[in-house]
């Protein structure tokens, strides 16, 4: 079946625009993750949607990223007066729970967004 | 912040050799899982092993888990040049109700043909 995608693959913008990033889950797939990976480094955990619900935001630097499940399926994550810094691949993952022992989580390939 | 730490950062060996990498990590966890990484996209999932678990077979993956030390190792027999790739370990927390997982900086794993 159809795994986790997102799109755009590449995004190129200018400092201080707006971006939306888009992740559609896998079907069925109540729990999605959005994380952030720099160069060089592991992916850092963003937000955790269990359904519409954002049932963990920690992970968001700033109030300039955003991030919406209005449906409980595709996820967009919203970033306002992009800064260079926020140049990296972001990942999508869904997992069909959240919270529980065993969270296996699907990822998707990734969005690469570099800010000039 | 990454919880994960993997050593060595990068290996370089032989295809048919073993590549064994290791990963600690700083607080009690729920599960730790290893993933690879292809082209710097697309994490793949390998192998979970429970808190409570002390080793696991997959394939000509092995894994083990030491939580008095705090560290895992991962462990890939008879490689091959396929396994290029970087290898990342990630924890997740006891507590049921929080599912996000935290990275190490993951490991480059090249295997020479």
């Known amino acids: 079946g159809a795994g986790v995608s997102q799109t755009p693959s590449n995004k190129v913008t200018e400092k201080g625009k707006y971006v939306e990033l888009r992740c559609d889950p896998i079907s069925g797939h109540t729990a999605l993750y959005w994380y952030r990976q720099s160069l060089g480094q592991g992916p850092e955990f963003l937000i955790y949607?269990?359904?519409?619900?954002?049932?963990?935001d920690s992970g968001l630097p700033n109030d300039r990223f955003f991030a919406v499940r209005p449906e409980g399926s595709v996820s967009t994550l919203k970033i306002q007066r992009t800064e260079r810094g926020d140049s990296a691949v972001y990942l999508c993952?869904?997992?069909?729970?959240?919270?529980?022992?065993?969270?296996?989580?699907?990822f998707g390939p990734g969005t690469r967004l570099t800010v000039l | 912040s990454q919880q994960g730490e993997e050593d060595p950062q990068a290996l370089s060996i032989q295809e048919g050799e073993n590549a064994t990498m290791n990963c600690s990590y700083k607080t009690s966890i729920n599960n730790l899982q290893w993933y690879r990484q292809n082209s710097g996209r697309g994490l793949v999932h390998l192998i979970l092993i429970r808190s409570n678990e002390r080793e696991k077979h997959s394939g000509r993956l092995r894994v083990t888990l030491d939580t008095s030390k705090k560290s895992s190792s991962l462990l890939i027999t008879a490689s091959r040049a396929a396994d290029t790739a970087s290898y990342f370990c990630?924890?997740?927390?006891?507590?049921?109700?929080?599912?996000?997982?935290?990275f190490g900086k993951g490991i480059t794993l090249s295997v020479r043909p």
């Open positions: 949607f269990q359904g519409t619900g954002a049932a963990d």
């Open positions: 993952a869904s997992s069909l729970r959240g919270g529980e022992t065993y969270n296996e989580q699907f």
């Open positions: 990630a924890t997740d927390l006891p507590t049921g109700a929080n599912s996000k997982l935290t």
